[in-house]
């Protein structure tokens, strides 16, 4: 059963819902997103009460907004409670602490980081809303300095959310110690026998220690083949501590120089914000994430890397860093970006005014260029915006 929500559905999404007559909740946001009544609509009421007699049924949702919904509707379910354990990201370091004794974390009141004295903490240290999304008010602090830009932003009205407050909520936060390593992002979903089964694992690229932004995130057959084994029993033991079946999930982890992962955060019941890692596995793999998901089936990543070289699969988030403001911004110009990229295989634009975002690309970058990666990552878009 799909459950749909804004801001965000796309067109291959879509047609996956059509194509395979998948059932979707008939919510007046999923209507007024898709105006198409051949789809496979079930009512609310229905899809309420045919969810509380399945003892382990399958949701999926392309936006965190759609929480609400199961929040609202699903109490007489392990659903809502299953979910608080990973979207409250307070509440997910209590689920692992016996998986990672010796991290640090702490919840902080958005009214105590004004008077907060830094010097009784270890640093480095992460702060970010403790219910986020999108990197929201997330601020790496080195040093004072740090500190006191972080400060600087971290007030309510700096932070008032487009999302819904069970998705970003800012007025409690957690203070956690850095993890070091490289940071990756993960698809998968527990299958109804509570198998872990891993749909995509992509590099998340920072342009510096203090980068906090989702600029490229990079996927290929040496990342898959390097890391699935490691990602796949460093979830089981989460899976099996929150009774985890048929969810699905999206995964933030980084990965130090000896191999060993710790979590950031778990997103549930989703892949990436956005339709993008869940549709990019289509374009880099040929095998359908929500299909996989709703179908209860596993890629055979042998099969699928049989004839493939070693080409990167990249979702750019073009997002604005450029210091303009949109009001002085005339539209970005997608066709010059293109002309500097090998190969753009999907540009989804967005609406700058409303998003903080020009839009998203899907791209495919053949081993050895990865120059041009490096120089978007870095890039503030300037050359690209037209006033």
């Known amino acids: 059963m799909i459950l749909i929500d804004k801001p965000y559905i796309s067109d291959f999404l879509v047609r996956t819902i059509k194509e395979n007559n998948f059932e979707i909740i008939a919510t007046k946001e999923a209507k007024s997103l898709i105006n198409d009544d051949s789809m496979n609509w079930i009512s609310e009421k229905d899809a309420k009460n045919k969810i509380i007699n399945s003892p382990n049924p399958l949701i999926y949702t392309n936006s965190e907004n759609s929480l609400t919904w199961i929040f609202n509707n699903l109490k007489a379910t392990n659903l809502p409670?299953?979910?608080?354990?990973?979207?409250?990201?307070?509440?997910?370091?209590?689920?692992?602490?016996?998986?990672?004794?010796?991290?640090?974390?702490?919840?902080?009141?958005?009214?105590?980081?004004?008077?907060?004295?830094?010097?009784?903490?270890?640093?480095?240290?992460?702060?970010?809303?403790?219910?986020?999304?999108?990197?929201?008010?997330?601020?790496?602090?080195?040093n004072k300095s740090d500190w006191y830009a972080a400060q600087k932003e971290l007030n309510y009205d700096n932070l008032k959310s487009i999302y819904p407050k069970e998705?970003?909520?800012?007025?409690?936060?957690?203070?956690?110690?850095?993890?070091?390593?490289?940071?990756?992002?993960?698809?998968?979903?527990?299958?109804?026998?509570?198998?872990?089964?891993?749909?995509?694992?992509?590099?998340?690229?920072?342009?510096?220690?203090?980068?906090?932004?989702?600029?490229?995130?990079?996927?290929?057959?040496?990342?898959?083949?390097?890391?699935?084994?490691?990602?796949?029993?460093?979830?089981?033991?989460?899976?099996e501590k929150a009774d985890l079946k048929n969810f699905p999930l999206h995964v933030e982890v980084r990965i130090d120089k000896k191999g060993i992962l710790k979590p950031i955060e778990i997103n549930p019941q989703r892949f990436g914000g956005w339709c993008t890692t869940g549709d990019l596995s289509w374009y880099a793999f040929k095998f359908n994430s929500y299909q996989y998901f709703i179908q209860n089936k596993k890629p055979n990543w042998d099969e699928i890397f049989k004839n493939k070289k070693d080409e990167i699969y990249s979702i750019i988030l073009l997002n604005n860093n450029s210091g303009?403001?949109?009001?002085?911004?005339?539209?970005?110009?997608?066709d010059a970006l293109k002309q500097d990229l090998e190969n753009v295989l999907v540009v989804r634009k967005l609406d700058f005014n409303k998003y903080p975002?020009?839009?998203?690309l899907f791209t495919e970058t053949s081993e050895g260029n990865e120059n041009e990666l490096k120089e978007i990552l870095n890039s503030e878009l300037s050359k690209y915006i037209r006033k």
Do not use: C
Not at 105 to 113: C, M, P, T
Not at 357 to 360: E, H, I, K, L, S
């Open 81 to 142: 409670n299953q979910i608080r354990l990973f979207k409250d990201k307070l509440k997910f370091r209590e689920l692992t602490k016996d998986l990672f004794p010796n991290f640090m974390f702490r919840k902080i009141k958005i009214d105590e980081i004004q008077t907060l004295d830094i010097d009784e903490l270890k640093l480095p240290f992460v702060i970010k809303p403790s219910l986020g999304f999108f990197s929201i008010g997330v601020h790496i602090v080195n």
């Open 167 to 239: 998705v970003m909520d800012a007025s409690t936060f957690i203070i956690e110690e850095y993890i070091e390593g490289e940071e990756f992002a993960i698809d998968a979903y527990f299958n109804n026998d509570g198998e872990v089964v891993i749909l995509n694992i992509l590099h998340h690229k920072f342009s510096s220690r203090t980068d906090v932004s989702d600029r490229v995130y990079s996927t290929s057959q040496s990342i898959i083949r390097k890391y699935k084994e490691s990602v796949e029993e460093f979830l089981k033991p989460i899976g």
């Open 324 to 334: 303009f403001k949109p009001s002085e911004i005339s539209h970005f110009d997608f």
């Open 357 to 360: 975002a020009f839009g998203f």
